[in-house]
Protein backbone atom coordinates (compact mmCIF):
# COMPACT_ATOMS: atom_id res chain seq x y z
CA UNK A 1 0.00 0.00 0.00
CA UNK A 2 2.64 2.38 1.38
CA UNK A 3 0.50 5.48 -0.26
CA UNK A 4 1.12 8.78 1.67
CA UNK A 5 -1.00 8.46 4.50
CA UNK A 6 -0.44 5.46 5.82
CA UNK A 7 1.27 4.61 9.20
CA UNK A 8 2.54 1.46 11.58
CA UNK A 9 2.64 1.52 15.46
CA UNK A 10 5.61 0.14 17.68
CA UNK A 11 4.56 0.21 21.01
CA UNK A 12 6.97 -0.63 23.81
CA UNK A 13 6.85 -0.34 27.70
CA UNK A 14 4.15 0.10 30.16
CA UNK A 15 0.34 0.13 29.67
CA UNK A 16 0.08 4.02 29.91
CA UNK A 17 2.39 3.94 27.53
CA UNK A 18 0.33 1.88 25.70
CA UNK A 19 -2.66 4.29 26.53
CA UNK A 20 -0.55 7.31 24.63
CA UNK A 21 -0.17 4.96 21.56
CA UNK A 22 -3.69 4.53 21.42
CA UNK A 23 -4.73 8.01 21.82
CA UNK A 24 -2.24 8.53 18.92
CA UNK A 25 -3.78 6.36 16.82
CA UNK A 26 -6.93 7.76 17.95
CA UNK A 27 -6.10 11.19 16.43
CA UNK A 28 -4.11 10.11 13.50
CA UNK A 29 -7.24 7.95 12.42
CA UNK A 30 -9.30 10.97 13.19
CA UNK A 31 -7.03 13.01 10.59
CA UNK A 32 -7.44 10.43 7.79
CA UNK A 33 -3.86 8.42 8.23
CA UNK A 34 -4.83 5.03 7.69
CA UNK A 35 -2.70 2.29 10.43
CA UNK A 36 -1.28 -1.01 9.02
CA UNK A 37 -1.05 -4.01 9.99
CA UNK A 38 2.65 -4.57 8.77
CA UNK A 39 5.46 -1.20 8.97
CA UNK A 40 6.26 -2.37 4.84
CA UNK A 41 2.70 -0.92 4.43
CA UNK A 42 3.77 2.09 5.98
CA UNK A 43 5.04 5.15 4.75
CA UNK A 44 5.57 6.24 8.14
CA UNK A 45 6.49 4.53 11.29
CA UNK A 46 6.08 5.57 14.92
CA UNK A 47 8.27 3.80 17.73
CA UNK A 48 6.54 4.25 20.78
CA UNK A 49 9.82 3.65 23.24
CA UNK A 50 10.04 3.00 26.97
CA UNK A 51 12.88 5.04 28.67
CA UNK A 52 12.16 3.53 32.13
CA UNK A 53 15.00 1.18 32.69
CA UNK A 54 18.52 0.78 30.95
CA UNK A 55 17.08 -2.48 29.24
CA UNK A 56 14.20 -1.25 28.25
CA UNK A 57 16.19 1.95 26.41
CA UNK A 58 18.14 -0.60 24.75
CA UNK A 59 15.52 -2.37 23.30
CA UNK A 60 13.78 1.07 22.47
CA UNK A 61 17.15 1.65 20.80
CA UNK A 62 17.15 -1.60 18.89
CA UNK A 63 13.80 -1.19 17.60
CA UNK A 64 14.61 2.51 16.01
CA UNK A 65 17.82 0.75 14.58
CA UNK A 66 16.31 -2.32 13.10
CA UNK A 67 12.98 -0.20 11.33
CA UNK A 68 15.04 2.33 10.29
CA UNK A 69 17.56 -0.34 8.41
CA UNK A 70 14.67 -2.35 7.35
CA UNK A 71 12.41 0.54 5.75
CA UNK A 72 14.83 2.96 4.16
CA UNK A 73 12.13 4.82 2.24
CA UNK A 74 9.44 5.27 5.44
CA UNK A 75 9.52 8.56 7.42
CA UNK A 76 10.90 7.05 11.16
CA UNK A 77 9.84 8.65 14.71
CA UNK A 78 10.71 7.65 18.10
CA UNK A 79 7.97 8.70 20.42
CA UNK A 80 6.75 7.87 24.34
CA UNK A 81 9.08 7.98 27.09
CA UNK A 82 13.04 7.83 25.88
CA UNK A 83 12.22 10.38 23.34
CA UNK A 84 10.53 12.69 25.89
CA UNK A 85 13.78 11.81 28.02
CA UNK A 86 16.48 11.70 26.06
CA UNK A 87 15.46 13.52 23.15
CA UNK A 88 18.75 15.66 22.50
CA UNK A 89 20.73 12.58 23.03
CA UNK A 90 18.95 10.87 20.65
CA UNK A 91 18.38 13.71 17.95
CA UNK A 92 22.93 13.91 18.31
CA UNK A 93 23.34 9.52 18.05
CA UNK A 94 20.48 9.06 16.27
CA UNK A 95 20.54 11.76 13.41
CA UNK A 96 18.81 9.20 10.61
CA UNK A 97 15.70 9.55 12.50
CA UNK A 98 13.04 11.77 10.96
CA UNK A 99 11.21 13.15 14.26
CA UNK A 100 11.25 12.57 18.29
CA UNK A 101 8.20 13.31 19.74
CA UNK A 102 7.72 13.78 23.15
CA UNK A 103 5.22 12.18 25.10
CA UNK A 104 3.45 15.18 26.81
CA UNK A 105 1.27 15.99 24.28
CA UNK A 106 0.40 12.77 22.81
CA UNK A 107 -2.91 14.52 20.87
CA UNK A 108 -0.64 16.72 18.62
CA UNK A 109 0.75 14.11 16.66
CA UNK A 110 -1.39 14.69 13.77
CA UNK A 111 0.44 18.41 13.91
CA UNK A 112 3.55 16.80 14.25
CA UNK A 113 3.69 14.61 11.29
CA UNK A 114 2.29 17.21 9.14
CA UNK A 115 5.91 18.92 9.32
CA UNK A 116 7.81 15.66 8.90
CA UNK A 117 9.93 15.80 6.48
CA UNK A 118 10.25 19.45 5.83
CA UNK A 119 13.40 20.30 4.28
CA UNK A 120 14.71 16.84 4.84
CA UNK A 121 15.62 17.79 8.50
CA UNK A 122 14.89 16.16 11.55
CA UNK A 123 11.78 17.59 13.16
CA UNK A 124 11.82 17.81 17.11
CA UNK A 125 9.08 18.28 19.07
CA UNK A 126 9.10 17.70 23.11
CA UNK A 127 7.71 20.11 24.95
CA UNK A 128 8.86 20.51 28.16
CA UNK A 129 6.39 19.49 30.89
CA UNK A 130 4.08 22.39 31.98
CA UNK A 131 4.86 24.12 28.58
CA UNK A 132 2.23 23.27 26.93
CA UNK A 133 -0.66 24.62 29.17
CA UNK A 134 -4.21 23.45 27.30
CA UNK A 135 -3.37 20.66 25.58
CA UNK A 136 -1.93 18.49 28.06
CA UNK A 137 -3.20 14.63 29.20
CA UNK A 138 -5.47 15.83 31.79
CA UNK A 139 -7.04 18.29 29.60
CA UNK A 140 -7.29 17.41 26.40
CA UNK A 141 -9.46 14.41 25.93
CA UNK A 142 -10.62 14.70 22.69
CA UNK A 143 -8.87 11.58 21.70
CA UNK A 144 -8.81 9.66 24.59
CA UNK A 145 -12.68 9.14 25.52
CA UNK A 146 -13.59 7.36 22.35
CA UNK A 147 -10.03 5.10 21.75
CA UNK A 148 -11.48 2.85 18.83
CA UNK A 149 -8.31 0.89 18.19
CA UNK A 150 -7.06 -0.58 21.38
CA UNK A 151 -3.48 -2.60 21.35
CA UNK A 152 -4.46 -4.98 23.89
CA UNK A 153 -6.16 -8.38 23.46
CA UNK A 154 -10.54 -8.30 22.78
CA UNK A 155 -12.68 -6.89 25.07
CA UNK A 156 -10.15 -5.71 27.55
CA UNK A 157 -9.41 -1.71 27.88
CA UNK A 158 -6.84 0.38 29.94
CA UNK A 159 -8.26 3.53 31.30
CA UNK A 160 -5.52 5.97 32.53
CA UNK A 161 -6.65 8.27 35.29
CA UNK A 162 -3.77 9.96 35.79
CA UNK A 163 -0.18 11.17 33.97
CA UNK A 164 2.81 11.53 35.76
CA UNK A 165 3.75 11.13 39.40
CA UNK A 166 4.91 12.60 42.75
CA UNK A 167 5.66 10.49 44.88
CA UNK A 168 9.42 10.52 43.43
CA UNK A 169 10.76 6.95 44.79
CA UNK A 170 14.38 7.43 44.86
CA UNK A 171 15.04 4.77 42.03
CA UNK A 172 12.47 5.94 39.61
CA UNK A 173 12.81 8.51 36.85
CA UNK A 174 9.23 8.71 35.73
CA UNK A 175 8.74 11.85 37.87
CA UNK A 176 11.52 12.91 35.26
CA UNK A 177 9.47 11.59 32.22
CA UNK A 178 6.04 12.38 32.85
CA UNK A 179 6.09 15.11 35.84
CA UNK A 180 4.39 15.46 38.82
CA UNK A 181 0.86 13.56 39.08
CA UNK A 182 -2.17 15.54 36.85
CA UNK A 183 -5.25 13.57 37.36
CA UNK A 184 -7.81 14.09 34.53
CA UNK A 185 -11.42 15.16 35.46
CA UNK A 186 -13.47 12.32 37.12
CA UNK A 187 -16.21 13.03 34.09
CA UNK A 188 -13.92 12.67 31.17
CA UNK A 189 -12.89 9.33 33.14
CA UNK A 190 -16.61 8.34 33.30
CA UNK A 191 -17.46 9.46 29.99
CA UNK A 192 -14.64 7.36 28.68
CA UNK A 193 -15.77 4.46 30.31
CA UNK A 194 -19.46 4.36 29.07
CA UNK A 195 -17.91 5.00 25.59
CA UNK A 196 -15.80 1.54 26.38
CA UNK A 197 -18.21 -0.53 27.89
CA UNK A 198 -20.89 0.32 24.98
CA UNK A 199 -18.86 -0.56 22.59
CA UNK A 200 -18.29 -3.96 23.96
CA UNK A 201 -15.32 -3.99 25.99
CA UNK A 202 -15.83 -6.59 29.39
CA UNK A 203 -12.53 -5.67 31.10
CA UNK A 204 -11.51 -1.95 32.10
CA UNK A 205 -7.98 -2.12 33.69
CA UNK A 206 -7.56 1.01 35.50
CA UNK A 207 -3.85 2.75 35.40
CA UNK A 208 -2.03 5.28 36.48
CA UNK A 209 1.66 5.77 37.76
CA UNK A 210 0.04 5.52 41.80
CA UNK A 211 -4.02 5.05 41.42
CA UNK A 212 -3.67 6.48 45.24
CA UNK A 213 -2.78 10.03 44.10
CA UNK A 214 -5.78 10.32 41.71
CA UNK A 215 -7.17 13.27 42.15
CA UNK A 216 -5.35 14.35 44.95
CA UNK A 217 -4.33 17.67 42.78
CA UNK A 218 -7.64 18.21 41.79
CA UNK A 219 -9.82 21.08 43.22
CA UNK A 220 -13.00 18.62 44.77
CA UNK A 221 -15.78 18.54 47.19
CA UNK A 222 -13.84 16.42 48.98
CA UNK A 223 -11.24 18.95 49.16
CA UNK A 224 -7.80 19.86 47.65
CA UNK A 225 -5.30 16.27 48.46
CA UNK A 226 -7.94 13.83 48.70
CA UNK A 227 -7.56 10.59 47.01
CA UNK A 228 -10.29 10.44 44.32
CA UNK A 229 -10.22 6.62 43.88
CA UNK A 230 -13.00 6.08 46.00
CA UNK A 231 -15.15 8.45 44.10
CA UNK A 232 -14.41 6.96 40.89
CA UNK A 233 -15.15 3.71 41.71
CA UNK A 234 -18.67 4.88 42.81
CA UNK A 235 -19.47 6.73 39.68
CA UNK A 236 -18.04 3.60 37.90
CA UNK A 237 -20.89 1.61 40.05
CA UNK A 238 -23.45 3.86 38.24
CA UNK A 239 -22.23 2.68 34.45
CA UNK A 240 -24.80 0.03 32.69
CA UNK A 241 -23.56 -2.72 31.24
CA UNK A 242 -21.80 -5.86 32.09
CA UNK A 243 -18.15 -5.73 32.61
CA UNK A 244 -15.70 -5.84 35.16
CA UNK A 245 -13.14 -3.01 36.50
CA UNK A 246 -9.55 -3.59 38.19
CA UNK A 247 -6.89 -1.31 39.55
CA UNK A 248 -3.40 -1.38 38.97
CA UNK A 249 -0.76 0.52 40.58
CA UNK A 250 -1.49 1.57 44.26
CA UNK A 251 1.62 3.27 46.18
CA UNK A 252 0.93 1.40 49.66
CA UNK A 253 1.98 4.92 51.12
CA UNK A 254 -1.69 6.23 49.69
CA UNK A 255 -3.60 2.99 49.63
CA UNK A 256 -6.95 4.86 50.36
CA UNK A 257 -9.24 2.03 52.67
CA UNK A 258 -12.46 3.51 51.80
CA UNK A 259 -12.22 1.43 48.33
CA UNK A 260 -12.38 -1.97 50.36
CA UNK A 261 -15.97 -0.93 51.37
CA UNK A 262 -16.77 -0.31 47.74
CA UNK A 263 -15.15 -3.38 46.38
CA UNK A 264 -17.13 -5.44 49.29
CA UNK A 265 -20.63 -4.52 48.08
CA UNK A 266 -19.54 -4.22 44.29
CA UNK A 267 -19.85 -7.09 41.79
CA UNK A 268 -17.82 -5.28 39.32
CA UNK A 269 -14.76 -3.81 40.70
CA UNK A 270 -13.12 -7.26 41.07
CA UNK A 271 -11.30 -7.83 44.68
CA UNK A 272 -7.42 -7.64 42.63
CA UNK A 273 -4.87 -5.00 44.52
CA UNK A 274 -1.85 -4.90 42.94
CA UNK A 275 0.50 -2.66 45.39
CA UNK A 276 3.80 -2.06 44.17
CA UNK A 277 5.54 -2.68 48.09
CA UNK A 278 9.27 -2.88 46.42
CA UNK A 279 10.97 -4.27 49.71
CA UNK A 280 9.80 -4.88 53.20
CA UNK A 281 13.07 -3.61 55.25
CA UNK A 282 12.36 -0.06 56.86
CA UNK A 283 15.89 1.08 55.92
CA UNK A 284 15.96 0.27 52.34
CA UNK A 285 12.72 1.73 52.21
CA UNK A 286 13.61 5.01 53.44
CA UNK A 287 16.47 5.23 51.33
CA UNK A 288 13.87 4.46 48.63
CA UNK A 289 11.93 7.20 49.51
CA UNK A 290 8.73 5.19 50.72
CA UNK A 291 7.43 5.34 54.35
CA UNK A 292 6.40 2.02 54.82
CA UNK A 293 7.98 -1.38 56.42
CA UNK A 294 7.03 -5.46 56.94
CA UNK A 295 4.51 -4.50 59.84
CA UNK A 296 3.20 -1.81 58.15
CA UNK A 297 2.18 -3.66 54.77
CA UNK A 298 1.38 -6.79 56.92
CA UNK A 299 -0.99 -4.57 58.66
CA UNK A 300 -2.43 -3.51 55.11
CA UNK A 301 -2.57 -6.75 54.12
CA UNK A 302 -4.98 -8.31 56.75
CA UNK A 303 -7.16 -5.24 56.33
CA UNK A 304 -7.69 -5.84 52.39
CA UNK A 305 -8.27 -9.58 53.45
CA UNK A 306 -10.55 -8.90 56.62
CA UNK A 307 -12.70 -6.24 54.34
CA UNK A 308 -12.17 -9.12 51.28
CA UNK A 309 -11.64 -12.86 52.60
CA UNK A 310 -11.11 -13.96 48.71
CA UNK A 311 -8.95 -10.56 47.72
CA UNK A 312 -5.71 -11.03 44.97
CA UNK A 313 -2.85 -9.30 45.87
CA UNK A 314 0.03 -8.23 43.20
CA UNK A 315 3.62 -6.87 44.24
CA UNK A 316 6.72 -6.27 43.02
CA UNK A 317 10.43 -6.43 44.83
CA UNK A 318 13.71 -4.21 44.23
CA UNK A 319 16.46 -6.24 45.11
CA UNK A 320 20.16 -4.89 45.01
CA UNK A 321 19.21 -1.85 46.20
CA UNK A 322 22.39 0.56 47.57
CA UNK A 323 23.40 -0.22 50.96
CA UNK A 324 21.14 -3.32 50.91
CA UNK A 325 22.58 -5.63 53.65
CA UNK A 326 22.21 -9.56 53.98
CA UNK A 327 19.26 -8.47 57.17
CA UNK A 328 17.47 -6.64 54.77
CA UNK A 329 17.03 -9.09 52.41
CA UNK A 330 16.32 -12.21 55.54
CA UNK A 331 13.82 -9.26 56.38
CA UNK A 332 12.33 -9.15 52.61
CA UNK A 333 12.20 -13.24 52.62
CA UNK A 334 10.39 -13.35 55.97
CA UNK A 335 7.71 -10.93 54.96
CA UNK A 336 7.54 -12.43 51.74
CA UNK A 337 6.95 -15.96 53.29
CA UNK A 338 4.49 -14.72 56.27
CA UNK A 339 2.51 -12.41 53.86
CA UNK A 340 1.89 -15.01 51.09
CA UNK A 341 0.92 -12.85 48.02
CA UNK A 342 -1.05 -14.62 45.63
CA UNK A 343 1.34 -12.97 42.15
CA UNK A 344 5.05 -11.40 42.49
CA UNK A 345 7.17 -9.91 40.53
CA UNK A 346 11.19 -9.73 41.07
CA UNK A 347 13.44 -7.12 39.55
CA UNK A 348 17.22 -6.10 39.97
CA UNK A 349 18.19 -2.30 40.57
CA UNK A 350 19.46 -0.67 38.00
CA UNK A 351 20.77 2.99 38.28
CA UNK A 352 19.19 5.52 36.90
CA UNK A 353 21.13 9.01 36.01
CA UNK A 354 19.12 11.89 37.84
CA UNK A 355 17.19 9.98 40.31
CA UNK A 356 18.21 10.43 43.91
CA UNK A 357 19.61 7.16 44.02
CA UNK A 358 21.68 6.78 41.43
CA UNK A 359 24.50 8.57 43.27
CA UNK A 360 24.36 6.19 46.52
CA UNK A 361 27.13 3.89 45.64
CA UNK A 362 29.71 3.28 43.13
CA UNK A 363 29.01 1.62 39.94
CA UNK A 364 31.45 -0.66 41.02
CA UNK A 365 29.96 -1.89 44.40
CA UNK A 366 26.54 -2.08 42.86
CA UNK A 367 27.68 -4.67 40.00
CA UNK A 368 28.67 -6.39 42.64
CA UNK A 369 25.66 -6.30 44.61
CA UNK A 370 23.72 -6.98 41.61
CA UNK A 371 25.17 -10.21 41.37
CA UNK A 372 24.26 -11.11 44.64
CA UNK A 373 21.04 -9.29 44.54
CA UNK A 374 20.48 -12.09 41.27
CA UNK A 375 20.87 -15.09 43.60
CA UNK A 376 18.88 -13.79 46.18
CA UNK A 377 16.26 -13.35 43.42
CA UNK A 378 15.95 -16.51 42.14
CA UNK A 379 15.01 -18.39 45.27
CA UNK A 380 12.68 -15.92 46.65
CA UNK A 381 11.11 -16.06 42.57
CA UNK A 382 11.12 -19.84 43.93
CA UNK A 383 9.72 -19.77 47.67
CA UNK A 384 6.79 -16.77 45.54
CA UNK A 385 6.03 -19.65 43.13
CA UNK A 386 5.31 -21.93 45.30
CA UNK A 387 2.88 -19.34 47.14
CA UNK A 388 0.69 -18.55 44.34
CA UNK A 389 0.03 -22.40 43.55
CA UNK A 390 -1.14 -22.37 46.97
CA UNK A 391 -3.15 -19.74 47.20
CA UNK A 392 -4.64 -20.79 43.51
CA UNK A 393 -5.67 -23.64 44.87
CA UNK A 394 -8.67 -21.74 46.60
CA UNK A 395 -10.25 -21.37 42.90
CA UNK A 396 -10.06 -25.20 42.65
CA UNK A 397 -13.71 -26.54 41.81
CA UNK A 398 -15.15 -22.67 41.73
CA UNK A 399 -16.98 -21.38 39.11
CA UNK A 400 -15.54 -18.17 37.12
CA UNK A 401 -16.17 -15.83 34.37
CA UNK A 402 -13.24 -16.17 32.28
CA UNK A 403 -12.46 -13.65 29.87
CA UNK A 404 -11.28 -15.76 26.13
CA UNK A 405 -7.52 -14.09 24.80
CA UNK A 406 -6.59 -16.96 22.16
CA UNK A 407 -7.37 -20.25 21.09
CA UNK A 408 -4.68 -22.72 20.84
CA UNK A 409 -4.50 -24.40 16.95
CA UNK A 410 -4.32 -27.57 16.49
CA UNK A 411 -6.32 -28.19 19.89
CA UNK A 412 -9.22 -27.70 21.71
CA UNK A 413 -8.05 -25.62 24.66
CA UNK A 414 -7.96 -21.50 25.22
CA UNK A 415 -5.81 -19.22 26.99
CA UNK A 416 -8.18 -17.41 29.17
CA UNK A 417 -8.43 -14.37 32.17
CA UNK A 418 -10.09 -14.90 35.24
CA UNK A 419 -10.64 -12.33 37.31
CA UNK A 420 -7.87 -12.92 39.38
CA UNK A 421 -5.05 -12.55 36.65
CA UNK A 422 -4.48 -9.27 35.18
CA UNK A 423 -3.67 -9.11 31.70
CA UNK A 424 0.45 -9.62 30.28
CA UNK A 425 1.52 -10.13 34.36
CA UNK A 426 -0.36 -12.80 35.73
CA UNK A 427 -1.23 -16.56 34.63
CA UNK A 428 -3.34 -18.06 32.01
CA UNK A 429 -6.40 -19.91 32.69
CA UNK A 430 -6.62 -23.21 30.23
CA UNK A 431 -9.73 -23.71 29.17
CA UNK A 432 -10.99 -27.31 27.36
CA UNK A 433 -13.31 -26.62 24.64
CA UNK A 434 -14.06 -27.46 21.07
CA UNK A 435 -11.27 -26.06 18.85
CA UNK A 436 -13.44 -23.31 16.56
CA UNK A 437 -15.86 -22.71 19.37
CA UNK A 438 -15.20 -19.75 21.11
CA UNK A 439 -13.66 -16.61 19.85
CA UNK A 440 -10.97 -13.78 21.38
CA UNK A 441 -12.56 -11.65 23.66
CA UNK A 442 -15.55 -14.11 24.67
CA UNK A 443 -16.71 -14.15 27.77
CA UNK A 444 -18.03 -17.54 29.57
CA UNK A 445 -18.38 -19.63 32.22
CA UNK A 446 -16.28 -22.27 33.53
CA UNK A 447 -15.33 -24.39 36.43
CA UNK A 448 -11.73 -24.54 37.52
CA UNK A 449 -11.01 -28.18 37.22
CA UNK A 450 -7.30 -28.19 37.80
CA UNK A 451 -4.35 -26.16 38.97
CA UNK A 452 -0.76 -26.99 37.17
CA UNK A 453 1.94 -24.98 38.78
CA UNK A 454 0.45 -21.68 38.29
CA UNK A 455 -1.86 -22.10 35.59
CA UNK A 456 -6.08 -23.50 36.66
CA UNK A 457 -7.53 -25.37 33.87
CA UNK A 458 -11.38 -25.21 33.30
CA UNK A 459 -14.13 -26.36 31.54
CA UNK A 460 -17.17 -24.77 30.26
CA UNK A 461 -20.51 -25.25 32.15
S1 LIG B 1 5.18 5.59 42.68
FE1 LIG B 1 7.39 5.69 42.78
S2 LIG B 1 8.01 3.97 41.46
FE2 LIG B 1 5.91 4.41 40.94
S3 LIG B 1 6.01 5.87 39.23
FE3 LIG B 1 5.87 7.05 41.13
S4 LIG B 1 7.97 7.55 41.66
FE4 LIG B 1 8.01 5.83 40.20
Not at 235 to 246: A, C, H, K, L, M
Not at 281 to 301: C, E, F, H, W
Not at 432 to 450: F, K, M, N, R
Amino acid sequence: MNSEKTYYIENLGCAKNQVDAEVMISALDSAGWIMTAQPSDASLIIVNTCGFIEPAKEESVDVLISFRDAFPDALIVAAGCLAQRYSDDLSESMPELDGIFGNNSVTMITDFVERLGAGNSQYVSVPALGELGEADFSRDDRYTVYRKTLLSGKSTAYVKLAEGCSNNCSFCAIPLIRGPVRSRPVESIVEEIKSLTSSGIKEINLVAQDLGSYGRDLDSDEGRGKCLLPRILGEIESIPGDFIVRMLYIHPDNFPDEILGICSSSSRIVPYFDIPFQHASAPILKQMNRKGDSAVYTALISRIRQALPGAVIRTTFLLGFPGERREDLEELERFISKAEIDWAGFFVYSPEEDTPAFDMESPRKLKKRAKTAQKHLDRLQQIQSDITASRLKHFYGTRQRLLVEEGVTGEDLYFCRAWFQAPEVDSLVVLHAEEGSLSPGAVVDAEITGINGIDPEARLI
